[in-house]
């Protein structure tokens, strides 16, 4: 994965003034375009799209400064149709207009490289699940990496009790119990990004969706099920990010399409720590 992901940044090197062909890239390199953007957005901390962004915009205003050529010709080679659309472009990096001067800032070209730690065992085990389905109260939240995210924290509580009461009720397959399901996440997915969320629980296919409760439906294939312990959430979430730093690299998986999932097994009263089992779907690399 390290070797495919740094062929990635190669690739956007070699095509700073047009769009990278990433599903070809992917094709080539036995994998698929969803993982490898995944896993880019998880390592690099932003999305490809913002990376060749800030990439075109470095190396543009090289020329820029150097002023060999007008603004124009250098908007075309590095793929805008005008000056304007450059100059958004350049400013939304720079913070400055190109004949602004400076200072200017720099995204230095990427390059990943993995560290062989191996002091803490990832808790993982595999299942074969058959279809099933989610069901529950959704919400769309923006993404937010670390730390409680407020808005899942509102969602929840303005649930009575009475429908947390009538969920558990209704889970009749695994993941057992309530679950916190994260669901239409973005391949490039920044920080803010919407995606739904549903507070729920997972049925059988067989088992009937009530008409004023959400349903994400989940075909079958393989998930990977990591267990954590302690502080809640920070536990769950530097498992969240092993997962791309350190599992997918070094394991024949890669994620596949699908909602990721979060069963809490135990907790404390406060919540302040708690037993959880992330659930990623994925499939052989």
């Keep these: 994965m390290i070797s495919a992901l740094n062929r990635l940044v190669d690739l956007v090197e070699d095509h700073l003034g047009e769009e990278p ?60 149709g005008s000056t304007e659309a450059f100059g958004r472009a350049f400013r939304s990096v720079h913070g400055i207009a190109p004949r602004d001067g400076g200072p200017l800032r720099t995204q230095p070209q990427l390059r990943f490289r993995l560290t062989v730690e191996g002091s803490t065992p990832m808790d993982t085990r595999f299942t074969d699940r058959p279809a099933f389905r989610l069901v529950g109260h959704a919400t769309r939240v923006p993404l937010i990496h670390e730390g409680v995210n407020p808005h899942i924290q509102q ?79 920070d536990a769950l979430q530097t498992t969240w990010a092993a997962t791309a730093a350190e599992w997918f690299p070094s394991n024949p998986w890669r994620l596949r399409p699908g909602p990721s999932i979060v069963a809490v097994l135990d907790r404390a009263d406060d919540f302040t720590t708690a037993t959880t089992e992330l659930w990623l779907p994925v499939e052989p690399a």
Excluded: C, N
């Design 155 to 233: 969602h929840i509580a303005a649930l009575p009790q009475e429908a947390h009461a009538r969920l558990k009720s209704l889970g009749d397959t695994e993941p057992a119990g309530l679950l916190q399901v994260s669901d239409d996440v973005a391949q490039d997915s920044p920080e803010g990004t919407e995606l739904t969320y549903l507070h729920g629980v997972a049925v059988t296919t067989d088992t009937p969706a009530p008409d004023d409760l959400d349903a994400i439906e989940v075909p079958a294939g393989t998930w990977a099920v990591f267990r954590s312990s302690g502080p809640y959430p």
């Design 21 to 80: 062909d990433v599903p070809a890239l992917a094709a080539r390199l036995g994998t698929t375009e969803y993982h490898l953007r995944r896993m880019f957005s998880s390592l690099a901390g932003m999305p490809l799209s913002e990376y060749v962004r800030r990439r075109r915009m470095t190396v543009a205003a090289a020329d820029v400064v150097r002023g060999e050529d007008d603004l124009l010709t250098v908007a075309v080679r590095y793929g805008y």
